[in-house]
């Protein structure tokens, strides 16, 4: 009894590993089947991706290009000023550090030639003619010279001073040539973009209202285009701030080696003339 009831719990048992691994075949097969139509689909979507990514670079809707085409007078007035206010500040910077090196070369000769000369007007000869140096040299022995009548009520040293002062005066204002449009450009281009945003986000909306059609696709592409001219206007105010306070340090590091200068002259010619 026993024995039948041990074969039947056998055969019972076979019949059910036997179902067991007939499904669990049925559900590999399905769960293989879908992952190979995933498979061929990745591959066809990788094939397309790279040739729809080509196609996007080369013809970009949203792209200053399209800006420019699509936008009217008053845009494109806004950004051809932005872009006459980014090269003027980038030939400003040029031209500048070129005249501040100019400068510093021309104090470096200064100190080598003026000093060792025997009387301020060999000194003076021996600098360049364009050299600020010479400037204030010519300016001291013109007050000198112009000392008489009624000059000559006024002490010479206040008056070789005064001389002096002028010339270092004028020198000054052309070291600051140029600036002012810096200052300029850095304070105004910001909000010139600005500008330029909300004309073209009315413009954009306008449109759109006429049309109807309020989509992303339509909402999101001129609206953009607009929000462009705010980023060219901060990347022409960048440089001209960063710019202006760059050269003003070497302004004044210029300016500092003039005014030694000047009052080392100012002390030679009183005691040359005190000498003669």
């Not at 270092?168 to 010139?192: E, K, M, Y």
Request: charged share 15%; hydrophobic share 50%.
């Amino acid at each position: 009894m026993q024995l039948k009831f041990m074969r039947l719990i056998a055969s019972a048992a076979c019949m059910v590993g036997l179902v067991l691994s007939t499904v669990c075949g049925t559900a590999h097969a399905q769960a293989t089947a879908p992952t190979s139509t995933q498979t061929s689909d990745s591959a066809n979507t990788s094939a397309t991706v790279p040739a729809k990514t080509l196609a996007a670079a080369t013809d970009n809707p949203y792209g200053l290009e399209s800006l420019w085409k699509t936008s009217d007078g008053v845009a494109k007035t806004v950004l051809l000023l932005l872009l006459i206010m980014s090269a003027g500040s980038w030939y400003i910077l040029v031209v500048k550090i070129l005249e501040q090196a100019k400068m510093m070369r021309q104090s470096k000769a200064a100190s080598k030639d003026f000093w060792s000369a025997g009387t301020v007007e060999q000194g003076a000869a021996a600098l360049d003619a364009n050299s600020p140096y010479r400037f204030m040299a010519d300016a001291a022995g013109r007050a000198v010279s112009k000392h008489n009548g009624l000059r000559g009520h006024v002490d010479l040293n206040d008056w070789v001073a005064s001389g002096i002062h002028r010339a270092v005066d004028r020198i000054q204002s052309n070291t600051q040539g140029g600036l002012a449009f810096l200052a300029t450009v850095g304070s105004i281009s910001p909000f010139v973009g600005l500008f330029g945003t909300v004309w073209g986000i009315y413009h954009a909306l306008t449109a759109i209202g006429i049309s109807g059609q309020a989509s992303i696709d339509k909402v999101a592409g001129p609206v953009g285009e607009a929000l462009l001219m705010t980023a060219i206007g901060l990347a022409v105010a960048v440089p001209a701030v960063l710019s202006y306070n760059w050269l003003v340090r070497r302004n004044k590091a210029v300016m500092d080696d003039v005014r030694a200068f000047s009052s080392e002259l100012h002390a030679v010619v009183l005691g040359s003339v005190n000498k003669a």
